[in-house]
């Protein structure tokens, strides 16, 4: 009895909206389903392009890929929009191993941290201090630390549901770990991956040194989790124990790439953007397919599903794809800064960041009236298992254009896998599932399409008839 009422509840809520609304959305699953591109298109990013650290040949190559593709749908105006970003390259590849005492050595599973600084050319090795994170670290006397190689070992916490939380909860080691720690006169830093399984692939990830002087810049490298383990129990045994890590990354000059951009142009309210995009660069342990490679192609096919299911935007829908997300967020921050220069109304943004799993729903950066409006098309969203609709979050590229009156969001997929590839060489096109993928490239799309056909709060009819 009580799943017929659901059912019936189901019903007279989706009933409540005109029925153009359900059937189009019915048409964009499908479509993407039985006809999506996004896959095809994540197959040639990841498996003929590869890995696209900002300012590599393989981010101009998937720059010109991308730009290509969107030539192809038929769009409006597709274009290049020049950004600088920063050039770090990781060089041979690292090589680590912990000594019990001489002669005797424990191989170790280490790749170098985005931005970080080569080891002397013989390499680094020293005596190890454990601590389990930053705070940790501060409490400490600087001459426990001075000419050691601190190790930062704090886990990420496998009670939270939200996996972003347990990232947020100790990327800061990574992040500042090495700053912090040349303060104190350390020689090197190794830091626990990010990640919530045991294995073994250590996990890349931007570092800063702040506005540390050159001479207190020390080296710092990921260490896979069960080598994180195995360190931490052999300090336990013996804390006299040496490791010795060799990595030759280096940061070069700033060289120039693009920003990626296509539009279909509104056919009423022209001046109203609506924005979908994901970030081209991925570090280059792997081919970037969850990260975010997966975010791109679904932004792509937004317009095109729209475009395949007979939709004329009233607004201008908009997909950009930013370049240096990863270590720097030049591409996003450049993009806003020319929206602003343009006086462009960006009435709503939303990225795709969070991997390829399957699509649970979205958060929103709005006001209690936008979410409010939001919140009442969940019906239409329910028949495809998308439950979660939050405020709170958007991503990193759109979040430069926050405004008193727009609609930030952000795609929210399952996410319990996702940090077992974040950043790491099994990050490839293996690991994205086609359905997941196109559904998520679907639920995008009728988000636009509600958004687009309804508008948001804050635009008043007044100002719609001026554009």
């Known amino acids: 009895m009580r799943n017929i009422v659901i059912v019936i509840a189901l019903a007279l809520s989706i009933a409540a909206f005109p029925q153009s609304d359900a059937e189009n959305i019915k048409k964009i699953y499908n479509t993407s389903l039985s006809n999506g591109m996004s896959y095809q298109w994540l197959d040639h990013l990841s498996n003929k392009i590869g890995g696209r650290l900002s300012g590599s040949l393989n981010a101009q190559y998937a720059v010109d890929y991308t730009k290509r593709m969107l030539d192809s749908i038929g769009l409006d105006k597709v274009w290049l929009q020049p950004v600088m970003v920063p050039k770090w390259v990781r060089g041979t590849p690292e090589f680590a191993y912990l000594e019990t005492e001489p002669g005797k050595t424990i191989p170790m599973n280490i790749c170098a941290l985005g931005g970080s600084i080569s080891t002397p050319i013989e390499g680094l090795k020293a005596n190890v201090i454990e601590v389990q994170g930053i705070e940790d670290l501060k409490d400490l006397p600087m001459e426990s630390v001075k000419g050691k190689i601190v190790f930062f070992n704090r886990p990420m916490d496998e009670t939270l549901i939200n996996t972003f939380s347990s990232y947020g909860g100790c990327v800061d080691q990574r992040y500042a770990g090495a700053m912090e720690a040349g303060k104190l006169g350390a020689v090197g830093v190794i830091v626990r991956s990010m990640n919530l399984r045991i294995d073994d692939f250590p996990h890349t990830g931007s570092m800063t040194y702040g506005d540390l002087p050159n001479e207190q810049r020390i080296p710092s490298a990921a260490i896979s989790t ?123 943004a939303l990225e795709s960041d969070s991997g390829g799993f399957t699509p649970r729903g979205f958060s929103f950066d709005c006001s209690d009236a936008n979410f409010e409006q939001i919140l009442s098309w969940k019906p239409l969203f329910e028949p495809y298992l998308i439950h979660y609709f939050k405020k709170g979050g958007s991503g990193a590229d759109v979040g430069p254009l926050k405004g008193n009156d727009n609609v930030l969001a952000g795609l929210r997929p399952d996410s319990q896998r996702y940090f077992d590839y974040h950043h790491a060489a099994n990050d490839t096109f293996d690991a994205v599932n086609k359905r997941e993928l196109e559904l998520g490239a679907a639920t995008m799309t009728s988000l636009v399409y509600l958004i687009d056909k309804y508008g948001i709060n804050a635009i008043s009819t007044d100002r719609k008839l001026k554009d």
């Not at 991925?282 to 937004?302: E, F, K, R």
């Not at 729209?306 to 030049?330: A, C, D, Y």
């Open 226 to 348: 069960r080598h994180a383990e195995l360190l931490s129990s052999m300090l336990k045994l013996d804390d006299s124990i040496k490791f010795y890590f060799k990595q030759n990354c280096r940061q070069l000059k700033d060289v120039q790439s693009y920003n990626v951009i296509g539009e279909i142009t509104g056919s009423e309210f022209p001046k109203e953007i609506i924005l979908v995009g994901g970030h081209l660069d991925s570090w280059d342990l792997g081919d970037g397919s969850h990260d975010d490679g997966a975010g791109c192609v679904q932004s792509m096919d937004v317009l095109r599903l729209l475009k395949e299911s007979g939709i004329k935007p009233k607004r201008t829908i908009r997909v950009v794809l930013f370049m240096n997300e990863e270590n720097g967020l030049r591409g996003g921050n450049k993009y806003a800064e020319e929206a602003k220069r343009k006086n462009e109304n960006h009435i709503f």
